[in-house]
């Protein structure tokens, strides 16, 4: 969401001509404005900053302050704001509400930004196909905002087309519809295409374009690998040529810029390779962005330690204590500062350029842990294409990065023990995947819950509830179903564990160990009756074992099973 303040709206008079030093009192007078408005100006950049650092309590007190300063004026931009307020607080319903009272929406800038609003906020709700129709309103107010002549430069910060079509492809993406999420994650990067986040996106929509058969899954060797040989020159000067796609610094260069090219229906060529670039891409921006912030800090502690050693004393009282530490793990935020939900307090006492400086600081540190939750997600994602890929030796890499990422969540760390096991037994060593896989085993040959329930709700977006609105979203969380797709899920705890039962049966019956392997598969059955890796598995330990007549039973009641070629006894198993 975004509100007038991002558009350039309502700003001051500017005169370009050109001017004596006997006109400058005059145009001072012509330029001033009114002390209440400028007083009202600066309350709604305060609580767009308060915003952006995501320090809700603070900005809904300053919000009040700012519509009682607005009253009997213009509220629209207030009222934006407030909307804005209540939707990053859960309260929807009330956010469309005070979208509702502004009266300001007959120019297209306002236009756009109203739309676009309503349709984050219904795509929050689960309602997809609502918000697109709101997403393509405030492009198309968008589109007519370029057609208005003459151009004025006002226009070039009021079009915010690209951010727009960045929350379309969201929307796509929801709806399960990556060639559309991909054109709009493309056409963003314009804009965003420093942001990890955004190839983490279009990664996705690789992944899930593969998934359901839109593109292929299955390359040939010259696209699975990085590595391209090609021979160059003649007679005494012919060479063989080995070019890397992907350089040490995993900086992307021209070999595989034909993968971004559109095929003849202008779509994006969505491919496994292309998803690889896009997650290296996002790995280098956010070693980058981590490694400048690494080096800040190291500034801060410098800086903090010179003021120490100047003040003295009086350095105890000093507000250079919520600067960052050395740790990078650690919270640069006071605890005292910070509440069990995790949000920021409001020091007692305190000046506003504190609560400015102690949410910046609050922002920093949620920061950090988004980028590491990126990671994660990155790290995991890149493991399991490079095991599509036949890469096992790239796929290993990453998978053990991700099983060393400090504070991994427990759910990743399973994913990374499942990529781990997998490419280790695509290189023959299936001793070593076994001793990933065992972890999780007890003495009884049990697995236990690789994760629960709980770890699945951290990676959920949190919804902040007031009280006035409680029992109202409860009935409509019972109650609704989205449009669209359901909210991507984990595996349950349960199925985590099928899992890997199945994943140990395959490696114990790789090690000739069928008895072990038989009870492990009928676990793994037994959870995860479904799985068409277990079937398969618990199909060739019958038949290894002479069982024909339940090899034919699980054949006939499973007619989701696709047998593989003789030389290819396991099909994915993760």
Request: with cysteine; charged share 20%.
């Amino acid at each position: 969401m975004f509100s007038t303040l991002d558009i350039g709206g309502q700003n001051l008079a500017r005169h370009t001509c050109l001017t004596s030093a006997n006109d400058l009192p005059r145009i001072t007078v012509d330029r001033s404005i009114s002390g209440v408005d400028l007083k009202l100006k600066l309350q709604l950049y305060k609580v767009r900053l308060l915003l952006l650092t995501r320090n809700v309590k603070l900005a809904k007190r300053e919000v009040k302050h700012a519509m009682n300063i607005a009253r009997g004026r213009d509220s629209s931009m207030a009222l934006f704001l407030k909307a804005q307020l209540e939707y990053a607080r859960g309260n929807h319903r009330k956010a469309i509400k005070l979208l509702m009272a502004s009266s300001n929406r007959t120019d297209a800038a306002m236009s756009s930004m109203f739309n676009n609003n309503l349709g984050c906020i219904y795509y929050q709700l689960g309602k997809y196909h609502t918000s697109a129709v709101f997403f393509s309103k405030a492009l198309s107010n968008c589109s007519s905002l370029q057609k208005e002549k003459p151009l004025k430069l006002l226009t070039f910060s009021q079009d915010k087309s690209l951010l727009i079509t960045y929350n379309c492809g969201l929307q796509y993406l929801a709806c399960g519809k990556p060639l559309l999420a991909a054109r709009c994650f493309q056409k963003a990067s314009l804009v965003f295409y420093r942001r990890p986040l955004m190839w983490l996106r279009l990664a996705e929509c690789c992944l899930m374009a593969v998934e359901k058969g839109i593109v292929k899954g299955s390359w040939a060797p010259s696209d699975r690998s990085e590595v391209r040989v090609s021979v160059i020159g003649k007679g005494r000067w012919r060479r063989l040529l080995i070019e890397n796609g992907i350089s040490r610094n995993r900086h992307v260069d021209s070999v595989e810029r034909d993968v971004w090219a559109l095929g003849g229906d202008g779509q994006p060529k969505l491919s496994l390779p292309l998803a690889r670039q896009c997650l290296y891409n996002a790995l280098h921006l956010l070693n980058c962005s981590e490694l400048c912030n690494s080096k800040s800090i190291v500034r801060s502690d410098s800086s903090l330690e010179e003021n120490e050693s100047s003040d003295g004393a009086s350095s105890k009282n000093s507000n250079y204590k919520n600067l960052p530490c050395n740790d990078s793990k650690a919270s640069t935020m006071p605890a005292a500062l910070i509440n069990l939900n995790g949000d920021l307090k409001e020091p007692k006492g305190g000046t506003n350029q504190e609560g400015i400086q102690n949410s910046i600081s609050y922002y920093e540190d949620i920061c950090r842990r988004e980028n590491q939750m990126i990671k994660q997600a990155l790290l995991a994602n890149l493991a399991y294409v490079e095991l599509e890929l036949e890469n096992p030796l790239k796929a290993l890499s990453a998978a053990q990065a991700l099983l060393e990422l400090p504070d991994c969540s427990r759910i990743y760390v399973f994913l990374g023990h499942v990529y781990v096991a997998e490419a280790l037994c695509l290189l023959n060593k299936p001793k070593e995947a076994a001793e990933h896989l065992s972890i999780y085993l007890s003495a009884e040959s049990n697995i236990k819950l690789p994760f629960c329930l709980e770890d699945c709700e951290q990676w959920r977006v949190k919804k902040h509830i007031d009280c006035e609105e409680a029992n109202v979203g409860a009935a409509a969380a019972k109650n609704s179903s989205p449009e669209g797709l359901e909210d991507f899920m984990f595996l349950k705890p349960e199925e985590a564990r099928g899992t890997l039962y199945a994943n140990l049966a395959a490696v114990s019956a790789i090690q000739g160990d069928l008895e072990r392997a038989h009870h492990f598969v009928t676990q793994a059955l037994s959870l995860v009756p479904n799985s068409s890796e277990a079937t398969m598995t618990a199909i060739y330990v019958d038949l290894i074992l002479g069982k024909s007549q339940e090899a034919v039973s699980k054949i006939k009641h499973c007619s989701h099973v696709r047998f593989l070629p003789s030389n290819q006894q396991f099909n994915k198993s993760s």
